[in-house]
């Protein structure tokens, strides 16, 4: 692990960098990807330029626990073509996670990267463990902070379907309740006639 983790270092130039630390245990897979996207292109530094490598190094942490949203592990495919031909070969996230947990960050942080000669340069400083053990330990290491999540407002035809809804269960209730109170005034009467009935008879 150790070799392939530190490989390719020395054609990246660390002076200045930094080594951001990202623990993916719990964070779901397109949130986590978007910030380390942007950590690897140097959007959050003052000093960002598009023609210019200034991304630091991005060590993420626990891959195999990462998570996705709705039915991704089992609806999200990756398609691939050897070449030859009726040779389509695709392998569900689910599996993918069984066999490569690091594939899946990868590739999902390198399709938010743009295609330009920079690409390869900012893959090299990213560096995936499935685990929470890397070899990094003698560098000065950063703990990434992830964003608070920005709750989008409900849009208007949600939340008329949602009125629309309350309104019908309040209505049920409503319902439901003056009935009770008629059997229960039924009842009443019906006892009341009973014994009068009944003193009637004496």
Partial sequence: MDVKALAGLRRINLDGLRWRVFDAKGQVLGRLSSQIATVLQGKDKPTYAPNRDDGDMCIILNAKDISVTGRKMTHKFYRWHTGYVGNLKERSLKDQMEKDPTEV??????????????????????????????????????????????????????????????????????????????????????????????????
Avoid: C, W, Y
């Avoid at 990213?126 to 989008?152: A, Q």
């Avoid at 309040?170 to 229960?184: A, D, F, I, L």
């Fill in 105 to 202: 960050i990868r590739k999902a942080v390198l399709r938010m990267l743009p295609h330009n000669k920079l690409r390869d340069d900012r893959d090299r400083k990213l560096r995936i463990f499935s685990g929470s053990e890397h070899p990094f330990n003698d560098r000065l290491l950063e703990p990434f902070v992830m964003p608070p999540r920005n709750v989008r407002e409900m849009r208007p035809r949600a939340r008329r379907a949602l009125v629309r809804e309350q309104k019908k269960l309040e209505q049920g209730n409503t319902m439901v309740n003056t009935q009770r109170k008629k059997e229960g005034a039924d009842a009443s009467s019906g006892e009341v006639k009973s014994t009068d009935v009944g003193s009637s008879q004496v």
